[in-house]
């Protein structure tokens, strides 16, 4: 699994939907056959994978609204497994 | 987390979608644990189907069953159903297609909030359909295969069904929703799979869903025609393998093997009453597609009820919730938490007894029953068939049915 670049931009996969649910007080990836349920840290960085920002945008957002610094290597690794799974897709 | 496998057929049980929507498991012991929320709606809109498939999982007393829900009551289902945390939607039947509201439960259910999941043969659908379906908010369309017999051959044969097919795969590619197919696996077709692989890549299909019957409704009365023996089991697989080997990334298939096979009972939708809720026709709510077959579950209406107390009040809705229903091996068996004693509609039609385990695991002391049937088909199929007596799902039969008699050939 490679590092996603820092300037890749990650969006939700073609086909996936993305959602805050409130029954279940979590982010949930919808697809056809079923759902996975994020928990907090995972959905923080899903939402914001829109396909416009940066994965390097992305962390800075992080770490700017939990005022933490150092997530970049915690957030690329996630992008990463997210995309092996086809959670998330890169854009150009 | 999800397996990864696509089911949600209305053919086939789903179960891993259930088990990707489920919570943490419930602990040893508990009663009745509150329920979380229906998680996974599946709304079987009619029953009514231009096909007549041998393997359809529809209750055989269908010519039995009322009127249709019309629209309003269907959608304040999906009302209902939402607020109390419902998120993935099925809509499946029967043919859904033959509902000329479709679209508008469609775009009802959309601006709930819900995920939707159409799940079709592909007769009925037209490019208008396919357009308004898509402005309405249809999310997902899995194509599925019918006939076993008449339909596959014409499939297999490039004639009249491949050639809807195809026409139904263009739409749903021009309409830029993965093209998804599924077909039902059985004793008459399992040797066909290279065939049916190389067909569905033909159409364009990103994701194939091989999945093998299961004995519910019509593929119960059939079960000893299609059950598929060992090696026609084994030989299938290998030549999915080496077709995914060929094919790469482009098209995934996935292989569900008939549970006949294992020994060890599925997860049945996480247990009953634990995050599935499925709504006939005629409005009758169920914890799971076949729960209509068990005696003396008195299966709750919505029309004359709310889906709140469907979920967690009435009796049949926690009948099977937490582990106080289980007999022995499973109410000592440390795997009960995980496998919840298997399929409660497979133990009743095995065993006659919806309390058993499911007589698939081989703690069961009914397993030989499982392991017998696996044998006549074994023998069944070395001896070549000479003679099918398959019974076609169709009005005449299920009326048949109805009335106690045989549902002929």
Known sequence: MSEPDTKCRPAIAHGMRLQWEAAQEAHVLLYPEGMVKLNSSAGAIMSRCDGVRTLADIVADLERTYGLTGLGADVSAFVALALEKHWLELRE | ?409
């Open chain 2, 1 to 409: 987390m999800s397996t990864g496998t696509p089911i949600g057929h209305a053919l086939s049980a789903p179960n891993a979608a259930a088990a990707a929507a489920a919570g943490a498991p419930i602990p040893a012991g508990a009663a009745r644990p509150q329920p979380g929320p229906p998680l996974w709606l599946l709304l079987e809109l009619t029953y009514r189907c231009p096909l007549h498939c041998v393997f359809c999982y529809n209750p055989t007393e269908f010519a039995r069953v009322a009127a249709e829900l019309p629209t309003a009551e269907w959608i304040r289902v999906l009302s209902e159903a939402r607020a109390l945390g419902a998120v993935q939607l099925g809509l499946s039947g029967g043919e859904p297609l033959v509902r000329d509201d479709l679209e508008t439960i469609v775009a009802a259910a959309h601006d709930l909030g819900y995920y939707i999941n159409l799940i079709t043969s592909g007769v009925g659908m037209t490019e208008a359909r396919i357009k308004a379906l898509k402005a309405a908010g249809l999310d997902h369309i899995q194509l599925s295969f019918q006939d076993s017999t008449r339909e596959m051959n014409d499939f297999l044969s490039s004639t009249r069904t491949f050639e809807l097919k195809s026409q139904v795969a263009a739409l749903i590619r021009a309409y830029d929703y993965p093209m998804v197919l599924n077909v039902v696996l059985h004793r008459l077709n399992i040797d066909h799979v290279g065939e049916i692989l190389a067909m569905a890549q033909a159409l364009g299909a990103q994701y194939v869903e091989l999945a093998n019957t299961q004995y519910y409704g019509w593929a119960w009365l059939n079960r000893e025609q299609l059950l598929p023996s060992r090696a026609q089991l084994e030989r299938a697989e290998a030549v999915t393998q080496r077709f995914r080997e060929r094919v790469g990334a482009r098209m995934q298939i996935y292989f569900v093997v008939p549970d006949y096979f294992e020994t060890r009972p599925k997860a049945c939708m996480s247990g009953l009453g634990s995050v599935f809720l499925a709504i006939a026709p005629d409005g009758t709510a169920m914890p799971c597609h076949a729960a209509r077959m068990l005696p003396g579950l008195d299966l709750p209406n919505v029309r004359h009820a709310g889906i709140r107390a469907i979920w967690y009040d009435s009796p049949a809705f926690n009948r099977f919730r937490g582990e106080s229903w289980m007999k022995e091996p499973c109410r000592s068996c440390p795997e009960r938490s995980r496998d919840f004693g298997g399929c409660r509609c497979q133990a009743y039609l095995l065993t006659g007894d919806a309390d058993n385990a499911d007589p698939v695991c081989d703690l069961s002391p009914h397993h030989g029953l499982v392991m017998a049937a696996v044998a006549r088909a074994e023998s069944a199929v070395a001896a070549a068939p000479r003679e099918r007596v398959l019974r076609f799902r169709d009005h005449r039969s299920s009326i048949k049915v109805v009335a106690g008699e045989p549902p002929g050939g």
